[in-house]
């Protein structure tokens, strides 16, 4: 190869020795601990106003850490202290670095226009004002946190136009959506489906390229322009959760026929153009990304003045409320109408196995709606803390904080939640649930002893062998 071209290659391919990312949340901390993991040569600093956050990122106990996720202790053991670094000096590790990824967070707004459906951006442009102020030399910003469409204009320009020592410094912007699923984020990462870089400026494509290319297949790398990437994002998720909605609402259906519903998504999802994944039955899905892009497609459609389009996805949340209510209902109306001072075990609180992420799970509006009939609930979850399970319901509102203590207790043991319990519901697909000894929780349960299975997760049959009144999701009750 002829040195010019190599120079001009290199040029083209702007190296990337220093990475920053502001936010250490569920996306940004393990993305970064694997970008920093395969790319050893760039030093990769993440940064998070919230000092408690960051001090656990830096515990020598890698229990400690703020996000669970199989395999990510691993990873950070490798890289932390080498080529990975936590730190809450925001302005420092900006003005070091080439490249910035956003990754904090963009919650469905509380207040004013758009309340309930469009996404608060105040994160995000306070962000954009901070790396517009320290910048001093180019840099390339990636949107990593999901953001409606077009919010890189809105990040363009506030970059270009705020911050007064900046006048010569070029801001090149692009997106990167993260498509990790919680519980599967390293493997996500690590063998990622594709990754897709949304931009502009070809170089700038190519630098956050070259970095993934580390150790990600080049035609796994998908380019668009700015807006097909941001749109992907909330349509992979809208897509993703239409899926689950679908099949709930055929779980209902299911329980009236007598039919099956996991038998009815084997026989769908055995055929190739629809697909075995996303097919199973659930007291409904929660999590931070599914109602929050879909609320921000509806805002978005709606906005453009596209309200057949709007309603049509807004259906997929309603049939997810739905289904958490119908849920809730059910054990109401089974446990003879009344569920009040009756004790109701929890097993599971957080929106799905393997994380100990609580955000919108379908556990906590179950337990609302229960609460509101006066149950007392007792929660057990491997993973979530007493902590956040109060901070869920107190979140809501709908009753004092004495009184949510007053009626949920947490413990760490199942076999003490489910003492003297008239049901159990189980809330999240834990595996551990099925190694149980069902025999001892069955001795120690009030008659009848109910069992509500929200994820269809154990052997009904076994049980009701053992003397439980079990209902499973979807699953028509014998002799409909
Ligand atoms: C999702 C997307 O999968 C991911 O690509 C994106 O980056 C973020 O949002 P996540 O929310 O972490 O990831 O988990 P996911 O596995 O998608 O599950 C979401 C919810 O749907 C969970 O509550 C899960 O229990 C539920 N679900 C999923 C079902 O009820 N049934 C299914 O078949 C699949
Ligand atoms: P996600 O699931 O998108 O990663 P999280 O809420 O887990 O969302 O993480 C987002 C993180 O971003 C939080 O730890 C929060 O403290 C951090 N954050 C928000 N705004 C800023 C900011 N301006 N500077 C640095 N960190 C921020």
Not at 402 to 431: C, F, G, K, S
Request: proline share 3%; with cysteine.
């Amino acid at each position: 190869m002829s040195v010019y071209l190599t120079e001009y290659l290199y040029k083209m391919n702007k190296k990337i020795t220093k990475i920053c990312c502001i936010g250490a949340g569920y996306v940004g901390g393990p993305t970064m601990a694997v970008i920093a993991q395969k790319c050893p040569e760039i030093q990769v600093t993440v940064v998070d106003i919230n000092e408690k956050r960051i001090a656990a990122w830096n515990d020598k106990d890698l229990n400690k850490l703020p996000v669970y996720e199989p395999g990510l202790d691993k990873v950070v053991e490798e890289a932390r202290g080498r080529n990975l670094f936590f730190s809450t000096e925001v302005d420092r590790a900006i003005d070091e670095a080439e490249m910035i990824f956003i990754s904090v967070n963009t919650p469905t707004k509380t207040y004013g226009k758009g309340k309930g459906m469009a996404a608060d951006l105040k994160y995000i442009e306070l962000c954009a004002r901070q790396i517009a102020r320290v910048a001093k030399d180019d840099k390339i910003v990636v949107e990593k946190s999901t953001l409606p469409v077009r919010t890189a204009q809105a990040l363009k320009s506030i970059l270009h136009n705020t911050g007064s020592t900046n006048g010569g410094v070029k801001f090149e912007i692009l997106s990167n959506p993260e498509f990790l699923a919680e519980g599967t984020a390293i493997q996500d990462l690590h063998a990622p489906d594709r990754v897709l870089i949304g931009g502009e400026s070809a170089e700038a494509i190519e630098a956050l390229v070259a970095v993934y290319a580390h150790w990600v297949p080049k035609e796994n790398i998908l380019t668009t322009n700015l807006w097909s990437s941001e749109l992907s994002k909330l349509t992979a998720n809208a897509f993703l959760a239409q899926r689950v909605s679908s099949i709930n609402a055929l779980s209902e259906l299911c329980e009236k026929t007598g039919a099956d519903v996991n038998e009815v998504a084997r026989a769908i999802g055995t055929d190739s153009r629809i697909g075995p994944k996303f097919l199973k039955a659930s007291v409904g899905f929660g999590g931070s990304c599914f109602q929050k892009d879909i609320l921000n497609l509806v805002y978005i459609a709606k906005s453009y003045g596209l309200h057949e389009v709007a309603d049509y996805w807004e259906q997929v949340i309603l049939m997810n409320d739905h289904q958490k209510r119908r849920f809730a209902d059910n054990i109401v109306t089974t446990l003879y109408n009344t569920v009040s001072g009756k004790k109701i075990a929890f097993f599971g609180w957080a929106f799905k196995k393997d994380t100990n992420d609580t955000r919108e799970s379908a556990a906590i509006y179950v337990a609302d709606y229960l609460l509101n009939e006066q149950a007392e609930i007792v929660v057990y979850d491997p993973k979530v803390t007493e902590e956040q399970i109060y901070a869920d319901l107190d979140y809501l509102n709908t009753r004092s904080e004495e009184e949510n203590r007053r009626l949920v207790t947490v413990v760490n043991d199942p076999y003490q939640a489910a003492d003297n319990a008239h049901a159990i519901a189980v809330l999240t697909e834990w595996d551990e649930f099925k190694t149980y000894d069902w025999d001892k929780i069955y001795n120690d349960m009030l008659r009848p002893s109910f069992v509500f299975d929200g994820r269809a997760v154990l052997d009904s049959e076994k049980l009701e062998g053992k003397g439980f009144e079990v209902y499973t999701i979807g699953v028509g009750a014998k002799g409909v």
